[in-house]
């Protein structure tokens, strides 16, 4: 593993507002200006920084169970930026044309960018404004997508099926696997990730084949499939806890969380193709050019525990990491490594925000919501 060994930052969330343990870094957020009930750090390893700058991007991560969004950027005068937000059960990342969407225990949000293309304010050349909110109710909601329609497409788990996210109802489906035989509320096969193949709705993981609640938690070490929702085929099955297909440049590539493997589906004959182990159940997956970011946890409860991952951990004398994973998928190497400790232990998704080199992230608490405003165009004549 290249980078692993060394560091070159350390952020500590009990630091003050806009300073750190280290101060080549910049920290805005929910928890920069208290002191944090549960404290979590970030470490870098020692190239990250480097390489963010010279890509000009920025890494996003949601935290789960402790209910954070979190923004690193490489900044724009050579500091380290990290911007944390909260919200309750922070979930699935998705990029929009001018910003992006989050899912949390009860609503997606949408964000968007309130600066102008290139403009400047206070040093930010991005300002990411909570603009919109659709509330699901508590209905699990995993992964999200606008389609070619303009339509919020979302993964409902909690009721089996995905659904457009609209305005007569919390949701309205649109599709269900073919063994579910009803939309309900209960989680019956943990229906968890989708994607789209030219705007359209292709692709959804399912952790087994079942149609009783709970029941898919008996088939978690081999009952996973990938499915076309286009035919109803299933594609792929067999798998660990399958999570976050993502179609990129003509392969399907998917997480296997139960084992810790990344990697991609031969879509002709069902082949899952392994690429990198990492030491931790695998979620949330993005992929540019020649790189994959990828999201490792921590074993939280009997969920994660009793799978082909733990074995395997044994066998190469590894503890599991929390961690978002840079990795070269041309020479399948980890190449960069932000690994979280402290009071964060789980993610759920990761995503690439290109060209933000310097983001604040504007969240539901502290002063920035109320007193950032941009006014729309004027159409009063």
């Known amino acids: ?28 957020g929910d928890s920069s200006n208290k002191e944090p009930v549960k404290p979590w750090h970030l470490t870098t390893s020692a190239h990250l920084h480097q390489w963010l700058s010279r890509v000009g991007a920025s890494i996003a991560f949601t935290t789960y169970e402790a209910g954070k969004l979190v923004l690193l950027a490489p900044g724009r005068e050579g500091k380290l930026v990290v911007s944390d937000r909260d919200f309750g059960q922070a979930m699935a990342l998705n990029l929009t044309n001018d910003g992006f969407l989050l899912s949390s225990a009860a ?61 007569s109802g919390n949701f309205a489906p649109i599709w269900k696997p073919p063994f579910i035989d009803k939309i309900v509320g209960e989680d019956r096969c943990h229906l968890n990730g989708f ?22 938690r008996e088939h978690r070490a081999d009952g996973g499939q990938v499915i076309d929702v286009r035919t109803n085929e299933v594609i792929a099955k067999g798998l660990a806890m399958p999570h976050s297909p993502r179609l990129h440049e003509g392969r399907l590539w998917i997480t296997e969380a139960g084992t810790g493997w990344m990697g991609w589906i031969d879509r002709k004959n069902g082949e899952f193709k392994r690429m990198v182990w990492c030491p931790g159940f ?41 961690a978002v994973y840079v990795i070269n ?21 990761v995503a ?30």
Not at 1 to 28: I, R
């Open 1 to 28: 593993m290249a980078d692993g060994a060394t560091t070159d930052k350390v952020v500590d969330s009990k630091a003050d507002e806009n300073k750190s343990s280290n101060e080549s870094v910049l920290l805005v």
């Open 107 to 167: 609503q997606v949000w949408r964000f968007q960018n309130g600066l102008e293309r290139g403009a400047i304010y206070e040093g930010w050349d991005h300002v990411f404004l909570p603009r919109k909110s659709h509330v699901t109710g508590a209905v699990d909601v995993h992964d999200v997508a606008i389609d070619n329609q303009g339509r919020l497409l979302a993964v409902v788990t909690g009721y089996n099926c995905v659904a457009e996210l609209e305005n």
């Open 195 to 216: 994607c789209l193949e030219k705007g359209e709705l292709a692709y959804v993981t399912v952790i087994a084949p079942t149609n009783k609640q709970g029941a898919w």
């Open 282 to 322: 695998v979620r949330g997956l993005r992929l540019a050019n020649n790189v994959a970011l990828v999201g490792v946890s921590k074993p939280r409860n009997k969920v994660f525990t009793g799978l082909p991952l733990d074995d395997e951990l044994k066998k190469r004398a590894c503890d599991p990491e929390c």
């Open 329 to 349: 998928i041309a020479t399948k190497e980890v190449v960069h490594k932000l690994q979280i400790t402290g009071s964060v232990e789980e993610l759920y998704d």
């Open 352 to 381: 690439f925000l290109p060209g933000v080199r310097q983001p604040l992230l504007v969240g539901l608490q502290g002063k920035e919501i109320a007193r950032l405003v941009r006014v729309g165009k004027n159409t009063t004549g």
